[in-house]
């Protein structure tokens, strides 16, 4: 009798703890869909020839996860064929108001990884992807980095013919205000004409605030302020190109804490820049990791002396 007992408390048990199936077309709960995708911790990266060794085994039908995610976001990352995709959990953090998930999509034998954002009510936010198998053709290696904020790095790398490294880094980070991703890191070495000429994206803006002005220390070490959106808001553009060729650039808005003092912080973007200006000068110092736009061995740290208008710049300072 006693063997019967614990027979039936041990089938109970099994029953208990089976897993559901999410590959079919019937309803899932939801803490069912959520528990596929195992925690990774930040930071985190794969690369392209990675990618189908990253997930889970499980498979979860586009039937499944459109109860989760709209389908017109499916079909707008996969096209007209995405009712055939094989799903593929990869894994999934949180942050303290986010829940982002991360998935394989597999179809016609090639494989897209996609990152979701959720409420921590589980209301789907937005999406974003983050690597595309391609063919190689082109020599490449394709990969993507999530650091610790989260920004997600979406990188490409290759040795080119010159024997030196050639890569192309965009960052992206969840924007809570828009409910969308944004883009905060835009850094390549692969525009020749970039390379060669210092495009200054802010130049024609307008310069009648009492600071706004070029601030410069040379032909490739300056910061530009220009008029922002009120007295205590301006647009900024500074880059710098140090001696072991190390170079940074970063395009924002900063916001005055006082009559003398700035600070340039970006929802998503670990970077923190302080900006002290005096009479004739302005001096910037990093106070958060701005790694995502300079080089790993230099900083934005420097004084700038602001450059005398010319009549011609004077004149259409005041138009």
């Known amino acids: 009798m006693r063997s019967f007992i614990l027979l039936v408390a041990f089938s109970a048990l099994s029953c208990h703890h089976e897993k559901t199936s999410l590959s079919g077309s019937e309803h899932v709960e939801l803490k069912d869909f959520m528990d596929a995708f195992k925690k990774i911790s930040l930071p985190w990266r794969i690369a392209d020839t990675s990618l189908d060794k990253s997930a889970d085994t499980t498979t979860v039908s586009t039937s499944v996860f459109t109860q989760f995610v709209p389908d017109s976001v499916i079909l707008n990352a996969l096209g007209k064929n995405a009712p055939n995709a094989n799903i593929h959990p990869v894994g999934k953090f949180e942050k303290e108001n986010e829940i982002y998930l991360l998935a394989n999509f597999i179809l016609n034998k090639k494989t897209i990884l996609e990152s979701f954002v959720f409420t921590k009510k589980n209301k789907y936010l937005s999406h974003l992807e983050l690597l595309k198998q391609e063919s190689n053709d082109d020599n490449y290696i394709r990969s993507v980095s999530i650091t610790s904020e989260p920004t997600f790095i979406i990188s490409r790398e290759k040795i080119n013919k010159q024997n030196q490294l050639a890569y192309t880094r965009n960052g992206y980070a969840f924007n809570t205000s828009a409910n969308n991703f944004i883009e905060v890191v835009n850094d390549s070495n692969e525009d020749l004409k970039r390379l060669s000429e210092i495009i200054n994206p802010i130049d024609t803006l307008l310069r009648k605030n009492k600071l ?102 004077a004149g259409s300072r005041n138009k």
């Open 212 to 313: 706004s002005g070029d601030y410069v220390e040379d032909k490739k070490n300056f910061i530009s302020v220009r008029d922002g959106s009120n007295s205590s808001k301006y647009i900024f553009f500074i880059h710098f190109e140090k001696d072991d060729n190390c170079i940074g650039e970063l395009k924002g808005d900063m916001t005055m804490r006082d009559a003398t003092h700035a600070y340039y912080k970006q929802s998503g973007d670990p970077c923190v820049i302080d900006f002290t200006f005096q009479s004739k000068s302005i001096t910037v110092k990093e106070e958060g990791n701005c790694g995502n736009h300079r080089g790993i061995k230099c900083f934005f740290d420097d004084t700038y002396k602001k450059k005398k208008e010319t009549k011609t710049s």
